[in-house]
Nanobody, 126 residues
């Protein structure tokens, strides 16, 4: 099955920007939904954004117009570009995937994601 490796993350001032990358390897086919989740003590785990095999993206309401998810390097890497960051965006961001077959779009959040990366910390000090 696919394996996921995140990179990026760090600390940035409120209003700043940061990009996270998720490289997927060992795909048996290309038909995976890929998504970013985040987790914080205050809010628990939240779905942030997803992208389908067809490139259809979906976003949580709290990141719309601020975050952009895209594929790079063909199917192997997805990049989450985060702008106008707020202190409430602080958390551990994890990349996740599930075998989606021919789904046009993918869940943002939810329990279908069964392949996970190790996570990367994003901190936006208040």
């Amino acid at each position: 099955q696919a394996q996921l490796m995140e990179s990026g993350g760090g600390s940035v001032q409120a209003g700043g920007s940061l990009s996270l990358s998720c490289e997927a390897s060992q795909y048996r086919s290309g038909r995976y939904c890929l998504a970013w989740f985040r987790q914080s003590p205050e809010k628990g785990r939240e779905g942030v954004a997803s992208i389908s095999v067809a490139g259809v993206t979906k976003y949580a309401d709290f990141v719309k117009d601020r975050f952009t998810l895209s594929k790079e390097n063909g199917l192997n890497t997805v990049v989450l570009r985060m702008t106008s960051l707020k202190p409430e965006d602080t958390g551990i961001y994890s990349c996740a995937a599930y075998a989606s077959g021919l789904d046009i779009s993918c869940d943002v959040g939810g329990g279908r994601y069964d392949i996970w990366g190790q996570g990367t910390q994003v901190t936006v000090p208040s």
